[in-house]
């Protein structure tokens, strides 16, 4: 994690927003540290969006109080004044009629800058974004993709205390997605910028989120770090939401015949993947990889990771069987009916879990020593 | 057919010539849809871009009566503006019945519906995250007005046209509040009514052709305005 997030710069309490009678967000507290990305996620309708506009002063809630830096909004400080220290992203790129470049510096115009100041502060951002080269260009003429670009160097450019995004990539084909995402990973972690980001997308909020928040009926369910939500779901609904997947927080040793070794909690896993040692990565395991063996038959041979553990729980899904392994840190596999009457997996049994390493996803979370700076 | 070639050759006679009555009568046609077209901008853009962006109760009833306004026949506009300025009418006082000033009015309640229902239509077709993409932004208020009305320039200019070409060739009010009088308030529409009526075919046709020339110069130049920009 970020080791320098700090003091709350956002934060909502006891928001309630109620629409015909019906409560669209219950959200008891929330709020987004210095410099640390808060991602929301949660299914359609889950009140993600209300919650971001609530705290991005677009939205008045019916109940409860947001504050800025420590500050109540409405005390002191008009909220124009305060929204000039916020930018949007939303899902639609939503840009003027006019030119890429005109579009990009519109919230400095706004905030008064004049043109060839506005211009100065804005180019680094179209290099940045790659879309330099489109500054003359209508903004009608952009493909999804430059037209988001071009919305996020308009954010970018005000230099927001807090970027706050709206599903900035469901509108997008994978490879322009692909790209954006990678792209706006980099300058997030160059920046530091303090990010709230809305997504229904687990891969995204495990990629950027640095806490994530799940959502569902208009409250927030569970927040804390990506591999504790993903691990550790607190309730069946945000179970069944992130998916049963094994997600390990550990740090890359090094390199072996090719193979990154990780450490995850007091264990070593050799798994496929780029990274240098110190740095974080998730791995990421679909339980129906995990192969199940007894004691000492150690699973197939071609896994190359095997883990000596004890049986937590047996539950049966349907034709599968969810079996959770203690090896130190949980391990869910789905295996089926034969297989565990012939393992006889029952609470206590001590197994062996096993994985190739080419069944492991890695996801990097940066490094531990990683530099911080605004860009520009 | 020997009718409409004379009568065609003849309006060329007048109108190279300049006939100084011909003159006169377009001079008039164009001050007075001229001004009550601006009148019904003036107040047609800023209610249209109110009503598109407040929710109040009522709201669809207003916007049916616009929608309706749009399609107000000019002879009922001329009747209760008649009415109103008439001798013993609430406005009579003020002497304006069969001055061009009255036209002017008549024009402005024609035109005003259209440019409101126009721009209400253009701003509405603004997508809605717009408003509060650029509140986010960091938009005050005004600056919010502005950049809506930027956004919905073009279809705007369609409000203009349609306002501008409404009033110009209508003749129902015009003649009723007007009056027709030579010299004071005859205008295009009305001048050709009654020179039809006399037989004067000749002069009805050039006055045909100069207001049929006005249309289209208008249209022209706000379509000119309109379609340069693709790319």
Same mark, same amino acid.
């Given at each position: 994690?970020?080791?320098?997030?700090?003091? =709350?710069?956002?934060?909502?309490?006891?928001?309630?927003?109620?629409?015909?009678?019906?409560?669209?967000?219950?959200?008891?507290?929330?709020?987004?540290?210095?410099?640390?990305?808060?991602?929301?996620?949660?299914?359609?309708?889950?009140?993600?969006?209300?919650?971001?506009?609530?705290?991005?002063?677009? /939205?008045?809630?019916?109940?409860?109080?947001?504050?800025?830096?420590?500050?109540?909004?409405?005390?002191?400080?008009?909220?124009?004044?305060?929204?000039?220290?916020?930018?949007?992203?939303?899902?639609?790129?939503?840009?003027?009629?006019?030119?890429?470049?005109?579009?990009?510096?519109?919230?400095?115009?706004?905030?008064?800058?004049?043109?060839?100041?506005?211009?100065?502060?804005?180019?680094?951002?179209?290099?940045?974004?790659?879309?330099?080269?489109?500054?003359?260009?209508?903004?009608?003429?952009?493909?999804?993709?430059?037209?988001?670009?071009?919305?996020?160097?308009?954010?970018?450019?005000?230099?927001?205390?807090?970027?706050?995004?709206?599903?900035?990539?469901?509108?997008?084909?994978?490879?322009?997605?692909?790209?954006?995402?990678?792209?706006?990973?980099?300058?997030?972690?160059?920046?530091?910028?303090?990010?709230?980001?809305?997504?229904?997308?687990?891969?995204?909020?495990?990629?950027?989120?640095?806490?994530?928040?799940?959502?569902?009926?208009?409250?927030?369910?569970?927040?804390?770090?990506?591999? /504790?939500?993903?691990?550790?779901?607190?309730?069946?609904?945000?179970?069944?939401?992130?998916?049963?997947?094994?997600?390990?927080?550990?740090?890359?040793?090094?390199? /072996?015949?090719?193979?990154?070794?990780?450490?995850?909690?007091?264990?070593?896993?050799?798994?496929?993947?780029?990274?240098?040692?110190?740095?974080?990565?998730?791995?990421?395991?679909?339980?129906?990889?995990?192969?199940?063996?007894?004691?000492?038959?150690?699973?197939?041979?071609?896994?190359?990771?095997?883990?000596?553990?004890?049986?937590?729980?047996?539950?049966?899904?349907?034709?599968?069987?969810?079996?959770?392994?203690?090896?130190?840190? =949980?391990?869910?596999?789905?295996?089926?009916?034969?297989?565990? /009457?012939?393992?006889?997996?029952?609470?206590?049994?001590?197994?062996?879990?096993?994985?190739?390493?080419?069944?492991?996803?890695?996801?990097?979370?940066?490094?531990?020593?990683?530099?911080?700076?605004?860009?520009? | 057919?020997?009718?409409?070639?004379?009568?065609?050759?003849?309006?060329?006679?007048?109108?190279?010539?300049?006939?100084?009555?011909?003159?006169?009568?377009?001079?008039?046609?164009?001050?007075?849809?001229?001004?009550?077209?601006?009148?019904?901008?003036?107040?047609?853009?800023?209610?249209?871009?109110?009503?598109?962006?407040?929710?109040?109760?009522?709201? @669809?009833?207003?916007?049916?009566?616009?929608?309706?306004?749009?399609?107000?026949?000019?002879?009922?506009?001329?009747?209760?503006?008649?009415?109103?300025?008439?001798?013993?009418?609430?406005?009579?006082?003020? %002497?304006?019945?069969?001055?061009?000033?009255?036209?002017?009015?008549?024009?402005?309640?024609?035109? &005003?519906?259209?440019?409101? @229902?126009?721009?209400?239509?253009?701003?509405?077709?603004?997508?809605?995250?717009?408003?509060?993409?650029?509140?986010?932004?960091?938009?005050?208020?005004?600056?919010?007005?502005?950049?809506?009305?930027? %956004?919905?320039?073009?279809?705007?200019?369609?409000?203009?046209?349609? @306002?501008?070409?409404?009033?110009?060739?209508?003749?129902?009010?015009?003649?009723?509040?007007?009056?027709?009088?030579?010299?004071?308030?005859?205008?295009?529409?009305?001048?050709?009514?009654?020179?039809?009526?006399?037989?004067?075919?000749?002069?009805?046709?050039?006055?045909?052709?100069?207001?049929?020339?006005?249309?289209?110069?208008?249209?022209? &130049?706000?379509?000119?305005?309109?379609?340069?920009?693709?790319?």
């Amino acid at each position: 994690m970020r080791a320098d997030t700090g003091a =709350p710069v956002l934060a909502g309490r006891g928001l309630r927003v109620v629409t015909g009678g019906r409560p669209r967000l219950e959200v008891e507290a929330v709020a987004v540290l210095e410099g640390e990305v808060l991602a929301i996620i949660g299914p359609n309708g889950a009140g993600k969006s209300t919650l971001l506009r609530v705290l991005g002063l677009l /939205e008045p809630p019916t109940a409860g109080e947001v504050r800025f830096r420590g500050k109540p909004v409405g005390a002191g400080a008009s909220l124009l004044a305060l929204r000039r220290r916020m930018a949007s992203v939303f899902q639609e790129p939503l840009l003027c009629d006019t030119t890429v470049l005109r579009n990009a510096r519109l919230g400095l115009t706004l905030r008064g800058v004049p043109d060839p100041e506005a211009d100065r502060r804005v180019r680094p951002w179209l290099d940045r974004l790659g879309i330099a080269h489109l500054a003359g260009r209508s903004a009608r003429t952009l493909s999804g993709g430059e037209a988001q670009r071009t919305s996020l160097a308009r954010a970018f450019a005000v230099e927001p205390e807090v970027l706050l995004l709206d599903e900035p990539f469901s509108g997008l084909d994978p490879s322009a997605r692909e790209a954006l995402l990678g792209d706006l990973e980099g300058i997030l972690r160059e920046t530091g910028t303090t990010t709230i980001l809305v997504t229904h997308d687990r891969d995204e909020a495990l990629r950027l989120g640095d806490r994530v928040a799940v959502m569902m009926g208009g409250r927030i369910l569970q927040l804390a770090r990506p591999e /504790e939500v993903f691990a550790a779901p607190v309730s069946e609904e945000v179970a069944h939401f992130v998916g049963v997947e094994n997600i390990l927080a550990g740090e890359v040793l090094g390199q /072996e015949d090719g193979l990154l070794r990780i450490r995850v909690a007091d264990r070593s896993l050799l798994v496929v993947g780029e990274g240098a040692a110190g740095d974080r990565v998730l791995v990421c395991l679909r339980p129906e990889d995990i192969l199940l063996g007894s004691v000492p038959g150690a699973g197939p041979t071609s896994a190359r990771n095997a883990l000596p553990g004890k049986v937590v729980r047996v539950v049966p899904i349907g034709v599968l069987w969810r079996v959770v392994v203690d090896c130190g840190f =949980p391990l869910v596999a789905l295996v089926t009916r034969p297989a565990v /009457e012939a393992l006889g997996l029952e609470e206590g049994r001590e197994v062996m879990a096993g994985f190739k390493a080419t069944a492991a996803h890695l996801l990097r979370r940066g490094r531990l020593d990683r530099p911080r700076g605004r860009l520009v | 057919m020997e009718l409409i070639w004379e009568g065609i050759r003849h309006a060329l006679w007048l109108l190279f010539t300049a006939d100084p009555e011909v003159l006169g009568i377009t001079w008039l046609s164009l001050q007075v849809s001229g001004l009550a077209t601006l009148a019904s901008l003036a107040v047609g853009i800023p209610l249209g871009t109110l009503i598109a962006l407040t929710r109040f109760p009522g709201r @669809g009833l207003v916007v049916s009566l616009i929608n309706t306004g749009m399609g107000l026949p000019p002879v009922v506009v001329g009747l209760f503006v008649s009415i109103f300025l008439w001798r013993s009418g609430p406005l009579g006082a003020l %002497e304006l019945l069969y001055t061009p000033t009255a036209i002017v009015i008549a024009q402005f309640v024609i035109a &005003a519906p259209i440019v409101t @229902g126009l721009t209400l239509a253009a701003v509405q077709q603004i997508p809605p995250g717009f408003r509060l993409q650029m509140l986010a932004l960091g938009a005050s208020r005004p600056q919010l007005l502005w950049l809506l009305a930027r %956004e919905a320039r073009l279809p705007m200019l369609a409000a203009v046209m349609a @306002g501008f070409g409404g009033v110009i060739s209508e003749i129902g009010a015009s003649m009723m509040v007007g009056g027709n009088i030579r010299g004071q308030t005859r205008v295009l529409t009305t001048a050709t009514v009654l020179e039809t009526g006399k037989g004067n075919f000749d002069v009805a046709i050039a006055l045909s052709l100069i207001l049929l020339a006005i249309v289209f110069l208008v249209n022209w &130049a706000l379509t000119s305005l309109q379609q340069p920009r693709r790319a």
